[in-house]
C-alpha cells in the first residue's frame, strides 16, 4: 500500500527537508520526503557512508517501480529530489530536518547543537527520528527547544503509515501543528501524538514484547522459530517478534531498552543478558547478516 503522495506541496508548506544520517530509517525517511516532491539533503559522516545510503534509497526506489506503486519516471525524479552531504554547515536553508543517526545521547545532542548553530530559518522544525531519548534532553541543548520535537517513523519507512509526534513541555503549539501537516498532508502518513516520554507510544508497548520473546528464547521455553511462527499465525503479526528484533537491529533494541530502563526503572524495560551477548558478539539482525536468523 503506497504511503507516500505524488501531489505538489501547497504554499507555506516545507519544501526544503533535511535528513541526518543514511542508515535504513534516515534512508527511508529521505525517500519518502523525496517521493513526495519535497528537495532532500542528507548528511553522513563519510562519503562512503553518503553512497552506501544513496545505494539504498535506490534499490528501494527499484522495488517501488518493480511493485508497481511508482513509475519509473517518478523513480527518476524522486532520485532527483536527493543530495548528499557530509556537511551539517550544509542545512542552513532548510526548512525542517529530521536526525536519524545511531540512537546515541551524546551523538544526537552533538548534532542538535551543530544544527542550532547552523540552521538560520527562525521557523525551521528541528526533529529527531529517536525511538526511545527524551526529546526534551535534544531540545535543551538548543537554544530553541520550542522549535524542536519527535517525529517519530516506523520501519520500512515507505511501507508503515505511521509518525508518532512527540512534543515536550517546551514544543511549540506552531511546530506540532507544522510537522503533524508536514506528515499527513506532503508524506501522506497517519499521525499520533504523545507526550515525551522514552519510547513514546509504540515502544512503550513493543520494546516490553520484544524483550519478552527474547527471555523466552533464553530460557529455552521455545526455539525462535516457533516463538515467531506462534505470533504469526497466532495472532496475525506480519512478523514473529524476534525476526522484527532482527529487523529494527539488536544494538538498537539495546540502546532503547536502556533508555526505557533509565527512564521507567521498570524490570520489563530491562535488556536481557542474551541480547547484551549478542550486540557484544556483533550478531546485530539483518544489517550484520546474524540474529537471531541468519540472512546471506
Ligand atoms: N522499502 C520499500 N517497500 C518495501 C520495503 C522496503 N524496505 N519492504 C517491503 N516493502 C514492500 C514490498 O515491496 C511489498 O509491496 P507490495 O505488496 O506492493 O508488493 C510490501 O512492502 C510487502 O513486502 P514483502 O511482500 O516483501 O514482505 P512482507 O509481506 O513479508 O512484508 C514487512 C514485509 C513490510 C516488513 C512486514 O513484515 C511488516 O510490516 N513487518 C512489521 C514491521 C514492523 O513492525 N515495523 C515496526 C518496527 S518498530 C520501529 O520501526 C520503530 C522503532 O523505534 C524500533
Redesign the pocket.
Known amino acids: ?1 503506497p504511503t507516500t503522495r505524488e501531489v505538489a506541496p501547497g504554499p507555506g508548506s516545507i519544501t526544503r527537508v533535511g535528513v541526518v544520517g543514511a542508515g535504513r ?1 534516515g534512508a ?1 525517511i529521505a ?1 519518502v520526503c523525496a517521493r513526495a516532491h519535497v528537495d532532500v539533503l542528507v548528511w553522513e559522516s563519510t562519503r562512503d557512508l553518503a553512497e552506501a545510503g544513496r545505494s539504498r534509497i535506490l534499490s ?1 526506489l527499484d ?2 517501480v ?4 511508482i513509475t519509473r519516471r517518478e523513480r527518476d525524479q524522486a532520485a532527483l529530489r536527493l543530495r548528499f552531504t557530509t556537511d551539517l554547515g550544509d542545512f542552513v536553508d532548510r526548512q525542517l530536518v529530521i536526525e536519524a543517526i545511531v540512537e546515541d545521547e551524546a551523538a544526537k545532542t552533538a548534532v542538535f547543537r551543530e544544527l542550532d548553530r547552523v540552521v538560520t530559518d527562525p521557523e525551521a522544525v528541528l526533529a529527531s527520528n529517536t ?2 531519548i527524551p526529546i526534551m534532553k535534544l531540545g535543551s541543548c538548543t537554544a530553541r527547544p520550542e522549535r524542536v520535537i519527535g517525529m ?9 503509515p505511521l509518525v508518532e509526534l512527540v512534543s515536550t513541555l517546551e514544543t511549540g503549539r506552531s511546530v506540532r501543528e507544522r510537522a503533524e501537516a508536514f506528515a499527513e498532508q506532503v508524506l501522506g502518513k497517519q499521525v499520533v501524538h504523545s507526550a515525551d516520554r522514552s519510547g513514546a507510544v ?2 512503550a508497548l ?2 516490553p514484547y520484544l524483550l519478552s520473546a527474547i527471555r523466552m528464547a533464553e530460557s529455552g521455553f521455545a526455539t525462535p522459530e516457533d516463538i515467531d511462527k506462534a505470533m504469526v499465525l497466532g495472532c496475525a ?3 514473529g517478534p524476534l ?2 528484533a532482527d ?2 537491529g539488536l544494538d ?2 539495546k540502546a ?1 531498552a536502556e533508555s526505557m530502563y533509565t527512564e521507567f526503572r521498570e524490570p520489563l524495560y530491562a535488556p536481557p543478558p542474551l541480547l547484551l551477548r549478542m550486540v557484544e558478539a556483533g550478531r546485530l539482525g539483518e544489517k550484520s547478516g546474524h540474529g537471531f536468523y541468519r540472512y546471506d
Open positions: 500500500m530509517m527511508g525517500e528501494s522495488r517501488g518493480s511493485s508497481g506503486k525511538s526511545s517519530h517513523f516506523f520501519n520500512p519507512v515507505p511501507v508503515l509504540v515502544n513493543l520494546v503479526h506480519p512478523m525476526s522484527l529487523l529494527v538498537t533494541i532503547i
